[in-house]
């Protein structure tokens, strides 16, 4: 099945920074999302993207389909950003909705 | 519009025991998901229906099985319940599946004692 691998699994911000998430992945995809998983558990949409690029205020992010990529921007961050952020892909050659998730990548920012 | 409900929030079981979750999709979607995240083994996909039919299923035993009603609501049931079943369960709702964006309830939490 389809590979997906986030980087950095890691990483510590102090307020105000800019960071940039990568997510790679091994196949044809015909759907990409990224969350941010909340305390509690949900995960909470920030952006399907199965190819080109889409902002949303502080964040924004891109995907290359045809070199199985994608990146993930956030600027200015702020200490609510902090928690664990997903890539998920949907590989063409799966059938209906499942999406293989990478292992996350844990963002920490300080004040 | 109501996002993903998922029923109960929190889940306490013994060994032994059988349980059964329910997730009521987003009004006017037909595909619901479900997904087990450990520490240890990440977020996998364990089913999906659509249309009242099983469509896809991931590599888990069959202690996990699943339906759907005609108004695309679903249940997962784990039977004979391990402590290894100790977990997050998420589902997930979208318009028909495939390529489609998908929307996460907030879990449920089981533990297994």
């Known amino acids: 099945g389809i590979q997906v691998e986030q980087s950095p699994p890691d990483l510590i911000l102090q307020e105000g920074a800019n960071s940039t998430l990568r997510c790679n992945f091994s196949d044809s995809v015909n759907n990409l999302q990224w969350f941010h998983q909340n305390p509690w558990g949900q995960l909470i949409n920030l952006f399907y993207?199965?190819?080109g690029t889409k902002q949303n205020g502080r964040l924004s992010a891109t995907t290359v389909a045809t070199e199985r990529y994608s990146l993930l921007y956030i600027s200015s961050s702020q200490t609510t950003d902090s928690g664990v952020y997903f890539c998920?892909?949907?590989?063409?050659?799966?059938?209906?909705?499942?999406?293989?998730f990478g292992e996350g990548t844990q963002l920490t920012v300080n004040p | 519009k109501a996002g993903v409900t998922q029923t109960p929030r929190y889940l306490i079981k013994t060994r032994g025991q059988q349980v059964t979750l329910s997730c009521s999709p987003i009004?006017?979607?037909?595909?619901v998901s479900w997904y087990q995240q450990t520490p240890g083994q990440g977020l996998q996909f364990l089913f999906e229906y659509f249309s009242e039919t099983q469509r896809n299923k991931g590599n888990f035993p069959g202690r996990f099985s699943g339906r759907q009603f005609s108004n695309s609501r679903s249940e997962m049931n784990v039977s004979t319940l391990e402590l290894g079943d100790s977990a997050l369960y998420l589902c997930?709702?979208?318009?028909?599946?495939?390529?489609?964006?998908?929307?996460f309830g907030p879990g449920t939490r089981l533990t297994v004692l």
């Open positions: 998920a892909v949907g590989g063409e050659e799966t059938s209906g909705s499942r999406l293989t």
């Open positions: 009004s006017g979607h037909r595909s």
């Open positions: 997930a709702s979208s318009f028909q599946g495939a390529g489609n964006e998908q929307f």
């Open positions: 993207i199965p190819s």
